[in-house]
């Protein structure tokens, strides 16, 4: 069984996850350009996410596998107390690709948002090309998929932080939680 950890962001792991994101394979997948995945990029992004907490706008943790090595990231972003929403958010390192952390940080997050922060709607998007993602939101048993006609504020949203064409998903608190109580029995 895979363990896995999130932690808060830190300037620490800013020469790893710039490593990392360099990867061609998560780089394209996530659009990310030269200067994003550069150490300075990596740190100014490390420096946004953490002054992005503090005003209530994102959760951010980076991901850890057993070894204390870094796999990637999660995120709730677009955090919206007021309508009890968020949008969330991965990557994970090419070499961890497969192995389940997708699924398993997504649970992690997913009680937090709605256990602790008492969000109703978690969104999940991925660009129309973005097959991967696509796929690990599928597999996942309490996800409901292409919501985008039900929900066009939040496809709008995905979109223009994207730049492309994207599937909605969402996650509802009701689901999740029902999830989990069935694979606890």
């Not at 090309?129 to 048993?141: E, F």
């Amino acid at each position: 069984m895979i363990e896995l950890k999130l932690d808060k962001h830190d300037q620490k792991y800013a020469e790893e996850m710039a490593r990392l994101t360099s990867d061609y394979r998560v780089k394209d997948a996530l659009g990310l350009n030269e200067k994003q995945v550069s150490l300075q990029g990596t740190q100014e992004y490390i420096d946004f996410i953490l002054h992005e907490e503090k005003q209530f706008k994102q959760f951010s943790r980076v991901m850890l596998n057993k070894d204390d090595q870094l796999i990637g990231v999660i995120t709730l972003k677009s955090i919206s107390p007021y309508r009890k929403t968020a949008h969330i958010g991965t990557w994970i390192a090419a070499p961890y690709w497969g192995m389940g952390y997708n699924q398993l940080a997504k649970e992690m997050m997913l009680k937090i948002a709605f256990e602790e922060m008492g969000l109703e709607y978690v969104f999940a998007g991925a660009a129309v090309h973005n097959l991967r993602s696509q796929k690990a939101q599928i597999k996942l048993p309490y996800m409901l998929i292409d919501v985008g006609t039900k929900f066009p504020d939040e496809l709008e949203k995905i979109e223009a932080e994207t730049h492309s064409k994207c599937i909605l998903n969402v996650i509802t608190k009701d689901r999740f939680l029902r999830h989990l109580q069935s694979i606890s029995q």
